[in-house]
Nanobody, 123 residues
């Protein structure tokens, strides 16, 4: 059974940085895509970034391109999201997700989810 545990959220001022982590366990992820999604209050969940576990191919939402970087450490079974130049509109609960298959920004295609970590960006 896949388990995903996020950490690293918090409160930061606009223009600041945070790094989120997602510790993955329960199986081998070589054929998996891992992703970050976020959900702000009163809004639908939206795609942020995704990475292929074995090939390091990446895919970003336009809203975060150039500011966020997704990466993974295979030895630690951990995925990261480095978030720079944060804006108040980045405030949301950030979720880690995993699926067997290729890169996708569609949340319904992901069948494994973490519990989420809150990121709050003050202006």
């Amino acid at each position: 059974q896949v388990q995903l545990v996020e950490s690293g959220g918090g409160l930061v001022q606009a223009g600041g940085s945070l790094r989120l982590s997602c510790a993955a366990s329960g199986r081998t992820f070589s054929s998996y895509t891992m992703a970050w999604f976020r959900q702000a209050p009163g809004k639908e969940r939206e795609f942020v970034a995704a990475i292929r576990w074995s090939f390091t191919s990446t895919y970003y939402a336009d809203a975060v391109k150039g500011r966020f970087t997704i990466s993974r450490d295979v030895a630690k079974n951990t995925m990261y999201l480095q978030m720079n130049s944060l804006k108040p509109e980045d405030t949301a609960v950030y979720y880690c997700a995993a699926r067997a298959g290729i890169l996708s920004g569609v949340d319904s295609l992901y069948d494994n989810w973490g519990q989420g970590t809150q990121v709050t960006v003050s202006s």
